[in-house]
């Protein structure tokens, strides 16, 4: 059984930084993806970066280029989301989500979803 657990959202104002974490656990696939999505009220879901296993292929929408980092660490089953300049449009609910088989930027193959964090940022 698969289980990812965020952590690492808050407050905080813009310009600031952010990172988050998620503990995944429970799957043993050669090949996988993780990625995060963020969700603000009212509006779609939206993906906001992938990563291999191995970390060496990520992919991020264009909203948040430049600004968040991807990356994650093999022995400790843990994906990270490392946030700079972040914009009071970055607000939303974050969400930790894994797929079966390599990422390709595809944002529909993901099966497995953390509860999500929170972060929030204020002018």
């Known amino acids: 059984h698969v289980q990812l657990v965020e952590s690492g959202g808050g407050s905080v104002q813009a310009g600031g930084s952010l990172r988050l974490s998620c503990a995944a656990s429970g799957y043993s696939y050669s090949s996988y993806c993780l990625g995060w999505f963020r969700q603000a009220p009212g509006d779609p879901r939206e993906g906001v970066a992938q990563?291999?296993?191995?970390?060496?292929?990520?992919y991020y929408a264009d909203s948040v280029k430049g600004r968040f980092t991807i990356s994650q660490d093999d022995a400790k089953n843990t994906v990270y989301l490392q946030m700079n300049i972040l914009k009071p449009e970055d607000t939303a609910s974050y969400y930790c989500?894994?797929?079966?088989?390599?990422?390709?930027?595809?944002?529909?193959?993901?099966?497995?979803w953390g509860q999500g964090t929170q972060v929030t940022v204020s002018l």
């Open positions: 989500a894994a797929a079966i088989g390599a990422c390709g930027g595809n944002w529909n193959s993901f099966r497995y």
């Open positions: 990563i291999n296993r191995g970390g060496k292929w990520t």
